[in-house]
């Protein structure tokens, strides 16, 4: 199993901040450029409640993090589409997934 330090992110943003250490990897939520669990951490930061196959993406998640992985989700009050805490507990259940609430 490769380690991969990665991001999935606009260039632009990485290169405006002048950093190096990450390589980009492009992909999407349902086709995650992976192996089968390599990941220690999927964090995700306002962007759960854009997704609209939620379960599907979940999923996806699982099958990236290793037995003992994180995937955390933030999000940001002012969001239009802030998801109240029970929303990600209910998807990540739904997912077959264990959940430690922060």
């Known amino acids: 199993m490769s380690n991969h330090r990665g991001a999935i992110q ?5 290169e405006n901040q002048d950093i190096r250490n990450i390589k980009l990897i492009g992909g ?3 086709d995650l ?3 089968d669990g ?3 951490v ?3 930061v306002t962007v759960l409640q854009e ?3 939620r379960n ?3 999923q996806e998640i699982k099958r990236v993090l290793k037995l003992d992985g994180f995937f955390v989700v933030s999000e940001l009050f002012p969001d239009p589409d802030y998801p109240w805490k029970s929303t990600p507990i209910k998807l990540a259940t739904e997912a077959d997934s264990v959940v430690n609430e922060v």
Do not use: G, H, Q, W
Not at 10 to 14: D, E, Q, V
């Open 10 to 14: 606009t260039p632009s943003k990485l």
């Open 28 to 30: 999407n939520a349902y």
């Open 51 to 53: 997704i609209s196959d």
């Open 38 to 40: 390599c990941l220690n």
């Open 42 to 44: 999927v964090n995700m």
């Open 56 to 58: 599907r993406a979940l």
């Open 33 to 35: 450029p992976f192996e």
